[in-house]
């Protein structure tokens, strides 16, 4: 059983920078693909950014657009999404997820089995 535990966000400043983390408990096979996505109040929940476990192949959704990075540690099992030059449309509320999926990289929530708490990100103007 796959269990996921955020941390980091809060509050900061527009132009600013923040990490989030996952901790990630349960078994990580070749197959195992992790995702953000976030959600801001009264929008649908969106897609950020997916790795691949095992190989680090990443896989970036529009919104990206060179300001966010995705990475993971093996060692540490512990998912990271790096933000930077924040802007205040970036509030939200930022999830990690999880599935056993092998060929395809989903980006809509459904696809996903697992997911943390989600953790706050607020950027002030």
């Known amino acids: 059983q796959v269990q996921l535990v955020e941390s980091g966000g809060g509050l900061v400043q527009a132009g600013g920078s923040v990490r989030v983390s996952c901790a990630v408990s349960?078994?990580?096979?070749?197959?195992?693909?992790m995702s953000w996505f976030r959600q801001a109040p009264g929008k649908e929940r969106e897609f950020v950014s997916a790795?691949?476990?095992?190989?680090?192949?990443?896989y970036n959704g529009d919104l990206v657009k060179g300001r966010f990075t995705i990475s993971r540690d093996n060692a540490k099992k512990t998912l990271y999404l790096q933000m930077n030059s924040l802007k205040p449309e970036d509030t939200a509320v930022y999830y990690c997820?999880?599935?056993?999926?092998?060929?395809?990289?989903?980006?809509?929530?459904?696809?996903?089995?697992?997911w943390g708490q989600g953790t706050q990100v607020t950027v002030s103007s």
């Open positions: 997820a999880a599935a056993y999926i092998s060929l395809l990289v989903p980006n809509t929530p459904d696809q996903y089995d697992y």
């Open positions: 349960g078994p990580t096979s070749s197959s195992f693909l």
């Open positions: 790795i691949r476990w095992s190989s680090g192949d990443i």
